[in-house]
């Protein structure tokens, strides 16, 4: 995987992307998180009525559903500030923010609703735990999963995360 260049830094060594104040505080948190119960039971409500519509349209169907995998670390200090090939300008605080109170959280959601409305949820979280986009055995790219040739992943499984999640998903289908 490529890596920019040292000319490609300002001369004060910082990213030209990166904010001034740098990796400090969580502007992400402190704007978002006063809203996100609201849109956490939302999501929520919505799912079900998925699920029910899917069940309605087709009442014989075994519905699985796939959960988000692990990609921000357990410990977002692993990760690189600036480097967009993981979250780019996300500060740690917003990363751990991010984790636990949006990806579990939404993860928690689908899984209740699954059960709920008579679907099995496929969990790829335990499986991918270690395989962060900031894990060096990475199973998800960042914003960019390369910068030359420039390819953009915005925080996707790669191969390695597809074949993991392929292999969950086929387990489920042969379990019926």
Known sequence: MATPSASARSSSGAWPWAPKNGNKGTPCKDELDASLPGRLDQLRKDYGQMLDALHAKAPNAKVKTVGYPHVIPEDATSCTFGDVRQFGTITTG???????????????????????????????????????????????????????????????????????????????????
């Open 94 to 176: 917003d990363l751990a923010w991010a984790r636990t109170r949006i990806l579990e959280p939404l993860n928690t959601g689908i899984a209740q609703e699954s059960t709920a409305h008579n679907a099995t949820f496929i969990d790829l979280y335990p499986t991918t735990t270690g395989h962060s986009v900031c894990d060096s055995d990475h199973w998800a790219d960042g914003i960019l999963s390369s910068l030359i040739p420039l390819r953009y992943a915005f925080v996707h499984p790669n191969a390695k995360g597809h074949a993991n999640t392929a292999s969950l998903v086929e387990d489920a289908i042969l379990a019926g």
